[in-house]
């Protein structure tokens, strides 16, 4: 029965782009037709009936596990991710995606003690891994493809500064960053914008290296990181700047963030958001993702954003969507991991890079050929907080990753 219903989905869900199937029997089976084409061999009987109930699930752990093997991997999600992107699901995958929608809030609790628990799973991982893949600042979100030439770090650069541009910051003004990361962004606006930091961050590994980080630059005076949760803050921030934490926030929290931000914010303030968010209505998120790689994750739909927005009376000043950035930022990631491996795998052993390479690989179709996207919301009270023009947010083409453009363009 269940080999049955696994056919029926695969017909269901493949049809433009070809998927070749080979069973644990030795059969073989093609889905779909066209380019691009991608080949699966099925080596675990017992695993049809888990891919059948629950295929993002199945597939991640079967690959994972070696149940299922994959020839390219990267070709593989160029083939699927299309497929099941906006694809209504079979009638007997239904009452499982009903329950999922129907319990997904309670799927993102994260009270602070949560919250603690969830970052560390992530975060408080050997720092020697994120040095395998991320750029020399560890920038750990969307980099800013400003130009199509740019390489990950300067394109990482690019992004901190086009943020900073965006926040208007001036000498001495205080700037609150929610997930401050390793502190790369805290160090780029006090060093280069005069500004004053607070960095908070759940995570002991990031908060440890952030603040010897500090130390090192010579700014322990301006840089002030904090083992602390955003809820936990009570002084009254100029700036408000948050890089890859939202999704970490949780739908039943929005309200209490969006509520935080306008209490920490001055009346001439401004905040910006920079999430992964998705296009379409309000979701659940990929089981295996949060099973593995981030425990209470959740990239929220645009409308998800904006109602708690609303509901306290800020003003949307600015939102800029970035699309593909985020794609080519995990295919870079991805090719740097994959050079030291060998690495990685001293580091654990070879499921996880198997699951790390998943991971890399699932997130950059997405954003190429799925429903992410990242989303740059910037915030404030009164409806001047920004220029009522968004000339400003551009300094002269060809310097978009050298502050001193921005200086400059702002003059």
């Known amino acids: 029965m269940w080999t049955a219903l696994l056919d029926v989905m695969l017909k269901h869900f493949f049809r433009h782009g070809t998927l070749h199937v080979t069973m644990p029997d030795g059969t073989s089976h093609r889905y779909g037709s066209g380019s691009p084409e991608t080949h699966v061999r099925v080596r675990d009987k017992g695993i049809i009936k888990d891919l059948v109930l629950n295929p993002e699930l199945a597939i991640g752990e079967g690959y994972m596990d070696g149940r299922i093997e994959i020839d390219d991997l990267r070709g593989f999600f160029a083939v699927a991710i299309p497929a099941i992107y906006k694809a209504e699901r079979p009638w007997f995958q239904k009452p499982l995606d009903l329950t999922k929608q129907t319990f997904r809030k309670l799927a993102q609790s994260n009270s602070l003690l949560k919250s603690r628990s969830n970052v560390s799973h992530h975060y408080d991982l050997?720092?020697?891994?994120?040095?395998?893949?991320?750029?020399?600042?560890?920038?750990?979100?969307?980099?800013?493809?400003?130009?199509?030439?740019?390489?990950?770090?300067?394109?990482?650069?690019?992004?901190?500064?086009?943020?900073?541009?965006?926040?208007?910051?001036?000498?001495?003004m205080k700037v609150l960053d929610i997930g401050c990361g390793w502190g790369g962004m805290a160090l780029t606006l006090a060093r280069d914008y005069g500004a004053h930091v607070v960095g908070v961050t759940l995570s002991k590994e990031q908060h440890a290296i952030a603040v010897k980080r500090a130390q090192d630059a010579g700014l322990s005076d301006r840089i002030d990181i904090r083992l602390q949760d955003y809820r936990d803050v009570t002084e009254s921030f100029d700036r408000i700047v948050s890089v890859g934490m939202f999704e970490h926030v949780g739908v039943p929290y929005y309200d209490q963030y969006f509520g935080k931000v306008k209490d920490l914010l001055k009346d001439d303030g401004l905040a910006l958001i920079h999430t992964i968010g998705h296009v379409g209505p309000p979701n659940y998120s990929d089981p295996w993702m949060v099973k593995y790689i981030f425990p209470g994750g959740y990239s929220p739909a645009l409308s998800e954003m904006v109602a708690p927005i609303d509901k306290h009376y800020l003003v949307l000043q600015d939102i800029e969507v970035l699309r593909t950035h985020y794609s080519k930022t995990l295919g870079h990631w991805h090719d740097r991991f994959m050079e030291k491996a060998d690495k990685a795998r001293a580091l654990y052993d070879d499921r996880f890079v198997r699951m790390w390479r998943y991971y890399l690989l699932a997130m950059e179709a997405a954003f190429r050929d799925g429903s992410l996207l990242v989303y740059q919301v910037q915030i404030g009270k009164t409806f001047t907080a920004a220029p009522v023009t968004r000339d400003y947010l551009y300094p002269y083409e060809g310097e978009v990753s050298d502050k001193d453009a921005y200086a400059k363009a702002a003059e």
């Open 126 to 172: 050997s720092g020697e891994l994120y040095d395998l893949f991320l750029d020399a600042d560890r920038q750990y979100s969307c980099a800013y493809f400003a130009r199509p030439d740019m390489t990950l770090d300067e394109a990482q650069e690019a992004k901190k500064h086009h943020i900073a541009h965006k926040l208007r910051i001036e000498p001495g």
